[in-house]
């Protein structure tokens, strides 16, 4: 949804700069970056790439760039997501596409307002992580009804559950992800669920009035028990 969402916004009418995200004979493509290496950002790659656009992927994740690289091809640059590389190319940007997420955790800030105001004008950030705070300093959260908003000549696409605007596919894939971990619960019970599925138990937030996960623990500075300690496996 995010290159869409991107392409959309690039439009002039819609305070873009005018320009295509695929490249027709004697015009350049749009130069897309995409901040992140996850599930998000492997699909906004795989669909900007796609539409003919030139693609740059920033993770500090090396293992998920290579894997990404692997799977995209040669089309698809990778860098490491160091500041300074990512100050350079939100510079060069046409589209920035912020996709980064730390489970249970506020998003990273990783480009600056000073950044923003360096960027192209009619440029456009599509802030993917806005539900986790997101990750640019001049994000905030918008809606479907009035999607973007223009900071420095720069317009911001940070709607809030983008997948709502395919509410019935997103259902689907969520219940699809979701329901073998709610037969588990259902069957064998919370306990015997959570200690004989490790992939259950990390998603474990709160148990017996112990925090069992770290990120949030450490939001609301509470203490911070593990989850195999808590339910005592």
């Known amino acids: 949804m995010a290159p869409q969402a991107g392409a959309h916004a690039l ?12 490249g027709v004979p004697g015009v350049p ?14 699909n906004a790659a795989l669909i900007a790439l796609g539409m003919g656009a030139d693609v740059i992927m920033a993770s500090h994740h090396l293992d998920s760039l290579r894997r990404v690289s692997a799977q995209l091809g040669p089309r698809l640059r990778t860098v490491f997501s160091a500041p300074q ?17 730390v489970p249970g955790a506020r998003a990273p800030k990783l480009i600056s307002a000073a950044t923003v105001k360096a960027m192209k004008q ?3 950030i599509v802030d993917v992580s806005i539900d986790q705070g997101g990750t640019a300093e001049t994000s905030r959260p918008t809606t479907h009804s009035h999607p973007t908003y223009v900071v420095d000549g720069v317009v911001h696409y940070c709607v809030a559950n983008m997948p709502g605007a395919v509410a019935r596919t997103s259902t689907f894939a969520l219940s699809s992800a979701t329901s073998p971990f709610v037969l588990a619960l259902a069957d064998k019970g919370c306990a015997r669920a959570l200690e004989e599925d490790s992939h259950l138990r990390d998603g474990l937030n709160i148990h017996a009035g112990m925090v069992t996960y770290r990120a949030v623990a450490e939001a609301l500075d509470l203490p911070y028990v593990p989850a195999e300690q808590a339910l005592k496996v």
């Open 11 to 22: 439009q002039k009418e819609n305070g873009g700069r005018g320009v295509l995200l695929g």
């Open 85 to 101: 590389a990512i100050e350079t190319l939100c510079r060069r940007a046409d589209l920035v596409i912020g996709a980064v997420l």
């Open 29 to 42: 493509p749009a130069d897309v970056l995409i901040l992140g290496s996850g599930v998000v950002g492997t």
């Open 122 to 124: 009619g440029a456009v």
